[in-house]
């Protein structure tokens, strides 16, 4: 009887051993269970075997054996994004970038760092820190979330109002094509000739090559910084606290918002005493006379739109109370549900009190509780729907508010995502925000980096297998668009 030969990814695990070494090749079916999901943990699948490289060049090789053989691969940082972004393929690789985690130069003169895709977010700030610098971008997981997973999806944080997101603080990406090229996009110049191939991939969620190396912009601590609570009545009339202040020209660092049941979670975790029904946390930060004058006109805005109270942190210590509390909601929600669900959809700021009425109308029709944390400030929503998946139905029913949410945002002129991305838990909304015509130009502009589909497959675009298939849209995979890297 003639042998049978061996499955693509486990030929591949078997070569793979020979280029990172045989302790960094997972097989074993349950050691390969701790990457069948990333942060959304409703959704989960086992992949075939995962490798984890040791240098760009590992990353290269790998990616190379996955083409010839015509293997999909995932590529996964900390595992800690919140849409599916990094959840595997069954017949597929993922590519861990776990030891890729050093920062390889700190340019202080010129207020930069190149890093490893997997340097955590706060660590660039640490390292920084000594020179008076610091990386701008803070999602609420910057202390385990990675640099590479940041620019998949473009994340901000609560400072992305003043700063920007991601794709504002980064220069170059060094990056392994689907063919296995390794190229560098972008430019040191602050404003390089040619097409944006740069902005491409940031946000791109992995379908379009993998990063091994980032050059990132730091920006100069600010002089000084004033951190206020003001405690309202409602979410409604802190949200025109929130349209007044950006009305009358000023622009905070960052304008958070937490409704009554987020606040009741933070204080399981955090020593916060809030009792109010929302709490709007504004910063400001630059100049000393610039920021004292700004904290006078917001305190007086805010307490013009029915504060009941306005609490200053009057010590960096008491700055750090209010931060924990903002960046610990959506692990304290754990508290009060067994799982939850957390989206990002984004709106208009002034359409604010419609869509959170729109969302308790949701929650209270399906019989879910919605926790409300959000970059109140640039309209970014962090709904948190909270079930009991012991419960028959309930997890179905959370999954139904979470999706008629982000399609809410749309039908009041928003967005489905803001920075977790759509991952997979998103694709089948696409064509709720984009036409057919929209779909197969953004498959197009995939396919010139990955023509055979093999990077990230079945996220962030519709496919027939998960959605069915979308009217209009055309998949556009092995256009002519080989040899991309040679051009770059």
Not at 29 to 43: F, H, I, M, T
């Amino acid at each position: 009887m003639a042998a049978v030969a061996p499955s693509p990814v486990l030929e591949i695990a078997a070569r793979a051993r020979d280029i990172v070494g045989p302790d960094w090749v997972v097989t074993d079916s349950a050691q390969l269970r701790v990457y069948e999901c990333d942060g959304l943990k409703n959704q989960r699948e086992v992949p075939g075997a995962v490798v984890l490289p040791g240098s760009t060049e590992q990353v290269a090789a790998v990616v190379r054996l996955c083409h010839e053989r015509g293997v999909p691969f995932v590529a996964r940082g900390a595992g800690s994004g919140l849409s599916g972004g990094a959840m595997p393929n069954a017949e597929g690789i993922v590519i861990g970038l776990s030891r890729l985690r050093e920062v390889l130069d700190l340019d202080v003169p010129n207020q930069r760092a190149r890093v490893q895709p997997g340097v955590t977010n706060l660590r660039v700030s640490e390292v920084a820190a000594p020179h008076g610098l610091y990386y701008a971008p803070d999602p609420s997981s910057q202390q385990v979330c990675t640099i590479g997973g940041n620019l998949a999806e473009n994340a901000g944080g609560a400072h992305c109002l003043k700063y920007g997101f991601t794709t504002n603080h980064v220069l170059t990406a060094t990056v392994v094509l689907s063919d296995g090229t390794i190229v560098e996009l972008g430019s040191e110049a602050p404003d390089a000739p040619g097409l944006d191939l740069l902005g491409v991939l940031i946000g791109s969620e992995g379908t379009v090559a993998i990063v091994t190396e980032a050059l990132l912009n730091l920006l100069p601590k600010p002089q000084h910084v004033e951190t206020l609570v003001a405690m309202f009545p409602s979410s409604e009339t802190a949200g025109e606290a929130v349209s007044t202040i950006i009305a009358e020209g000023i622009v905070p660092a960052a304008v958070e918002m937490m409704d009554r049941l987020a606040i009741d979670a933070a204080k399981t975790q955090t020593p916060i005493t809030w009792d109010t029904e929302a709490a709007l946390i504004v910063e400001l930060d630059g100049p000393v006379r610039e920021v004292q004058s700004q904290f006078e006109a917001v305190t007086a805005i805010c307490e013009r739109c029915g504060a009941d109270e306005v609490q200053v942190a009057a010590s960096p210590a008491e700055r750090m109370d209010i931060w924990r509390a903002r960046k610990s909601a959506f692990a304290a929600v754990g508290a009060l549900a067994p799982a939850y669900l957390v989206q990002d959809g984004v709106i208009p700021r002034t359409r604010l009190p419609e869509v959170l009425n729109g969302i308790r109308a949701l929650a209270d029709a399906n019989g879910v509780r919605v926790a409300n944390v959000f970059h109140a400030g640039d309209g970014n929503l962090h709904p948190l729907v909270l079930y009991d998946n012991k419960v028959e139905g309930e997890q179905e029913r959370a999954e139904r508010v979470a999706i008629a949410i982000i399609e809410l945002c749309v039908d009041f002129g928003g967005s489905i995502t803001g920075e977790h991305g759509v991952g997979v838990e998103k694709v089948c909304s696409m064509s709720k925000m984009f036409t057919g015509d929209d779909l197969t130009t953004f498959d197009r502009v995939r396919s010139a980096f990955d023509p055979d589909g093999l990077c990230n497959p079945d996220k962030l675009l519709p496919t027939p297998r998960l959605c069915g298939e979308v009217p209009g849209f055309h998949h556009t995979h092995r256009v002519e668009a080989a040899g991309l890297g040679e051009r770059l």
